[in-house]
């Protein structure tokens, strides 16, 4: 047994001698850990992503906006693309994007590494127009009274900066006065003319007419919803002089401007009798009047026995004369159309026992009523409108006209058209070479024309019997 032990004593000091010389040989270190084999292939890479610093944004037309591109994992810079190059194009400098706003709209700017991208969803907004904006559209002013002889401009810039400045087109009609960026803007005559109201290159133009004061304006009410318009006539006080109706003037119920479109006329019955006042009717102290820019109806007795009244100036607008409309105007002398004329009715007596020498009947009357130009001062009278039919006494103790130009759509000439004939001239038309004829049709024509036999004074199919002169396809 005591063997046993010194065999076991030997053997482990043998062990631990062993093991110190182990120790000794290794330099006192610990043996290194045993690493696994790799695994055949490449090692995993890092994932590449892409981020921009906005995903929204907002840019005005004409301007540039900046986005940045991250890219992780990855030593390529990003590239860059517009969805809609009609609304922003965009340039790069590695990741830097340069977006330059185009036109209003939206547009996608994406940027890209390999597959990887992100995106900016980018709105172009409108750039801000340059605005001068005016406190009216219009100014209508008057003369001849006190009241609304004046009225203040003021404007104001949007988007825009510099000096207002007000010209007046016609410092004779309208005279400007400017005080605290405001302009005082005073009639000086009648008439019609603009202010320029500018700033820079920005301009408006006002509308201005100057109109007499003292007429009366009422609302037509027979006028449609939204088609407002206001009818005119003479005032209290009676007008005098020039008149010029205004193309507009301002209504206190609508709180707006309003087209002047209708001269007030007398009450008509069904029997062709007129009752009431027309609108300036009786008043001898009117020398001429300009009919306005919106005027379309001079109403029933508008001007009859207006004794002192010379001159009256149409306009395009004007497209009715009732009846009696200028009626008794022995010192009317001239009837004054634009070359845009489009008035179409003359009324029974229109132009009755007016001082008119000389007349065009315009080609755009459709209209010429019964005694329109009867007891007339007339010497010569063209007529354009292509008529069928001359009404009877239409010239009904005319006895002055001399000469005459017919359209060739004449086919009825009725009864005591010319004169007071009943078969007896009078000293007018009828005396020997003192009548011509002008008809703008051939001599059949003429002939096939019916003619009633209470003009056989002046014109019956049997001319070669009457002194009037025939003259045929006449222009005129």
């Known amino acids: 047994m005591k063997n046993i032990k010194k065999i076991l004593t030997v053997v482990l000091s043998c062990a631990l001698a062993v093991c110190m010389l182990t120790l000794v040989a290794c330099g006192g270190k610990k043996p290194d850990p045993v690493v696994p084999d790799e695994p055949d292939g490449p090692k995993p890479q890092p994932e590449i992503t892409v981020t921009l610093d906005k995903t929204e944004a907002s840019v005005e037309e004409g301007k540039t906006l900046t986005l940045v591109a991250t890219v992780k994992n990855s030593t390529d810079s990003a590239t860059f693309d517009s969805s809609n190059k009609a609304a922003a194009t965009v340039t790069a400098t590695g990741n830097t994007a340069t977006v330059t706003a185009v036109a209003e709209g939206t547009t996608n700017i994406t940027a890209k590494v390999g597959s990887k991208t992100a995106t900016c969803k980018v709105t172009v907004t409108a750039k801000p127009v340059p605005a001068l904006e005016v406190n009216a559209e219009r100014l209508v002013l008057e003369?001849?009274?006190?009241?609304?002889?004046?009225?203040?401009?003021?404007?104001?810039?949007?988007?825009?900066?510099?000096?207002?400045?007000?010209?007046?087109?016609?410092?004779?009609?309208?005279?400007?006065?400017?005080?605290?960026?405001?302009?005082?803007?005073?009639?000086?005559?009648?008439?019609?003319?603009?202010?320029?109201?500018?700033?820079?290159?920005?301009?408006?133009?006002?509308?201005?007419?100057?109109?007499?004061?003292?007429?009366?304006?009422?609302?037509?009410?027979?006028?449609?919803?939204?088609?407002?318009?206001?009818?005119?006539?003479?005032?209290?006080?009676?007008?005098?002089?020039?008149?010029?109706?205004?193309?507009?003037?301002?209504?206190?119920?609508?709180?707006?401007?309003?087209?002047?479109?209708?001269?007030?006329?007398?009450?008509?019955?069904?029997?062709?009798?007129?009752?009431?006042?027309?609108?300036?009717?009786?008043?001898?102290?009117?020398?001429?009047?300009?009919?306005?820019?919106?005027?379309?109806?001079?109403?029933?007795?508008?001007?009859?026995?207006?004794?002192?009244?010379?001159?009256?100036?149409?306009?395009?607008?004007?497209?009715?004369?009732?009846d009696w409309a200028f009626g008794n105007t022995a010192a009317l002398k001239d009837i004054i159309w634009t070359e845009e004329c489009n008035v179409s009715i003359f009324g029974m007596n229109a132009f009755n026992a007016t001082g008119i020498e000389e007349m065009s009947v315009p080609k755009s009357v459709t209209n010429l009523n019964y005694g329109v130009f009867q007891w007339t001062k007339l010497k010569r009278i063209k007529i354009y409108a292509p008529i069928t039919k001359m009404e009877n006494s239409m010239f009904f103790r005319a006895d002055e006209l001399v000469e005459i130009w017919l359209p060739a759509t004449l086919t009825e000439i009725d009864h005591s058209c010319f004169g007071g004939y009943s078969g007896s001239p009078t000293d007018g038309p009828g005396m020997p070479g003192s009548f011509t004829v002008n008809f703008a049709g051939t001599e059949e024509q003429w002939n096939a024309i019916k003619i009633n036999s209470s003009n056989n004074g002046v014109i019956s199919n049997n001319k070669d019997e009457l002194p009037t002169i025939f003259n045929y396809n006449v222009e005129y």
């Open 143 to 322: 003369i001849g009274g006190e009241a609304n002889n004046t009225a203040e401009l003021s404007a104001q810039l949007k988007n825009a900066t510099g000096d207002i400045t007000y010209t007046s087109a016609d410092t004779e009609i309208v005279s400007v006065a400017v005080a605290d960026g405001k302009a005082t803007v005073t009639a000086v005559a009648l008439g019609k003319t603009t202010i320029t109201v500018a700033a820079g290159e920005l301009s408006e133009e006002v509308p201005v007419e100057v109109a007499t004061y003292g007429l009366t304006y009422a609302l037509d009410t027979t006028a449609e919803e939204g088609q407002e318009s206001l009818i005119v006539s003479d005032g209290e006080t009676k007008v005098s002089g020039e008149v010029r109706i205004p193309g507009y003037y301002y209504s206190e119920d609508f709180e707006r401007y309003l087209p002047v479109t209708k001269i007030k006329g007398q009450d008509k019955n069904s029997s062709a009798q007129l009752s009431g006042t027309g609108g300036f009717q009786g008043n001898e102290n009117i020398t001429s009047v300009y009919l306005g820019d919106n005027l379309r109806v001079v109403g029933h007795g508008a001007f009859r026995d207006c004794t002192a009244l010379v001159t009256v100036n149409t306009t395009s607008a004007l497209t009715e004369i009732g």
